[in-house]
């Protein structure tokens, strides 16, 4: 069953908590993203990576760090730095040709209490 | 940047009838275009890529237009079904990369 996951569904932490979601895909696509989602708001692009052990910036990416250590996986750890982290967390991957698709997983739903 | 608004509002129609969404974008022209579908609590689903040399794109029910004098694309669902009730996001590509900017969704509610 191909595809790309992202564990946990749901996750709460507290305040000044560093978390990590997860993300890994079985599609073999080199590039992977992570984009937030706000209410009435588009996604929003935190970090990129194009290729393992390279990783890139997005529009959002204060208080996150990301990692890229093998093809499959590209973990996103939300930093007690993010000072607004409540959100909808999307990750998702893409082939190598430019005019692939992105395939996205289900969605993490981060919540501060 | 680019700025991308789709139907600020909500949209309803009559199942059966066509809907159509419209995404507008302000600055550079992509080299694509994407529709994307998304259900609520769950990740966007591809469902049509135009290219900038293609005026329309078909899929089943589904019809896409993309007009670069007017920065606009269209997004027709014909035979609308409440099945059909979902967001739908427009995306275009940056120029830069494999990086897409996303609008904020058209929500559509088709009515038996």
């Known amino acids: 069953d191909g595809g790309i996951t992202q564990s946990p569904k749901y996750l709460f932490r507290k305040e000044g908590q560093n978390v990590t979601l997860s993300c890994e895909q079985n599609?073999?696509?080199?590039?992977m993203y992570w984009y937030r989602q706000d209410p009435g708001q588009g996604l929003r692009l935190i970090y990129y990576?194009?290729?393992?052990?390279?990783?890139q910036k997005g529009d959002i990416a204060e208080g996150y760090s990301v990692s890229r250590e093998k093809k499959e996986s590209f973990p996103l750890t939300v930093t007690s730095a993010q000072k607004n982290p409540t959100a909808f967390y999307l990750c998702?991957?893409?082939?190598?040709?430019?005019?692939?698709?992105?395939?996205f997983g289900p969605g993490t739903r981060l919540t501060v209490l | 940047s680019q700025k991308i608004e789709q139907n600020s509002e909500a949209l309803n129609i009559q199942e059966g009838k066509t809907a159509t969404l419209t995404c507008n974008y302000t600055?550079?022209?992509?080299?694509?275009l994407q529709w994307y579908r998304q259900d609520p609590g769950r990740g966007p689903v591809f469902l049509l890529l135009?290219?900038?040399?293609?005026k329309e794109k078909r899929k089943e029910r589904l019809k896409v237009t993309f007009d670069t004098t007017l920065k606009q694309s269209l997004f027709h669902i014909t035979a609308s079904q409440p099945a059909d009730s979902a967001t739908y996001l427009c995306?275009?590509?940056?120029?830069?990369?494999?990086?897409?900017?996303f609008g904020t969704g058209t929500s559509l509610t088709v009515i038996p």
């Open positions: 998702a991957s893409e082939g190598g040709s430019r005019t692939d698709t992105q395939y």
């Open positions: 135009i290219r900038e040399n293609e």
């Open positions: 995306a275009l590509d940056r120029h830069t990369g494999n990086q897409f900017y």
């Open positions: 990576s194009q290729i393992v052990n390279d990783f």
């Open positions: 600055n550079y022209s992509p080299a694509y």
């Open positions: 599609l073999n696509h080199d590039a």
